[in-house]
T-cell receptor, first 113, second 116 residues
Framework: DADVTQTPRNRITKTGKRIMLECSQT?????MYWYRQDPGLGLQLIYY???????NKGEISDGYSVSRQAQAKFSLSLESAIPNQTALYFC????????????FGPGTRLTVL | DQQVKQNSPSLSVQEGRISILNCDYT??????FLWYKKYPAEGPTFLIS?????DKNEDGRFTVFLNKSAKHLSLHIVPSQPGDSAVYFC???????????????FGQGTILTVHP
């Protein structure tokens, strides 16, 4: 079984809809991250959480919110989806300490029409 | 402000030859650099890392070189194999005041194609 899982793997939604992407991990890591990937822009950090009570904004948090329900679960929500949020979304985990290697889930492809 | 840049969007190499992927950075506070490989429909997977106090790290066919004065690093794959065809991301960790914030800054990625 995969250590970091994401659901759904693919989602098509309409402008203005609320959508939630879920991430679960069995690695036992405290730190979790949400990224989006756009062509030519690499991976951009949306939110990160270093433990259940610690949540921080990343570079591009506008239009997104997160919830850390447990050590193993970190959800990303789009309150009112817009077309420029069409992207590939990745969840990742890590343990503290150099080099802070992050372990990624398989990604969710989100299309907002 | 793009602190980590991979200026080559793509690279094409013949099987058995060397692949060289490049990465430039601007933040002198970066203390670790990582390379990730990504296949289609999968998440990025960690490949190799290097500390800023070193200039070379090797793991099998993969070697990363770091030139701090030029703020440049490169990943060498020798010999290249068709299975190496993927997107390669360079990433960097900033060490601010001795505290690890655990955040990585990623480059845009380079698509490597290895032809049989």
């Amino acid at each position: 079984d995969a250590d970091v899982t994401q659901t759904p793997r693919n989602r098509i939604t309409k402008t203005g809809k609320r959508i939630m992407l879920e991430c679960s991990q069995t690695k036992g890591h405290d730190r979790m991250y949400w990224y989006r990937q756009d062509p030519g822009l690499g991976l951009q950090l949306i939110y990160y959480s270093f433990d259940v009570k610690d949540i921080n904004k990343g570079e591009i948090s506008d239009g997104y919110s997160v919830s850390r329900q447990a050590q193993a679960k970190f959800s990303l929500s789009l309150e009112s989806a817009i077309p420029n949020q069409t992207a590939l979304y990745f969840c990742a985990t890590s343990v503290p300490g150099p080099p802070d290697t992050q372990y990624f889930g398989p990604g969710t492809r989100l299309t907002v029409l | 402000d793009q602190q980590v840049k991979q200026n080559s969007p793509s690279l094409s190499v013949q099987e058995g030859r060397i692949s060289i992927l490049n990465c430039d950075y601007t933040n002198s506070m970066f203390d670790y650099f990582l390379w990730y490989k990504k296949y289609p429909a999968e998440g990025p997977t960690f490949l190799i890392s290097i500390s800023s106090i070193k200039d070379k790290n090797e793991d099998g066919r993969f070697t990363v070189f770091l030139n701090k004065s030029a703020k440049h690093l490169s990943l060498h794959i020798v010999p290249s194999q068709p299975g190496d065809s993927a997107v390669y991301f360079c990433a960097a960790r900033a060490n601010a005041g001795g505290t690890s914030y655990g955040k990585l800054t990623f480059g845009q990625g380079t698509i490597l194609t290895v032809h049989p």
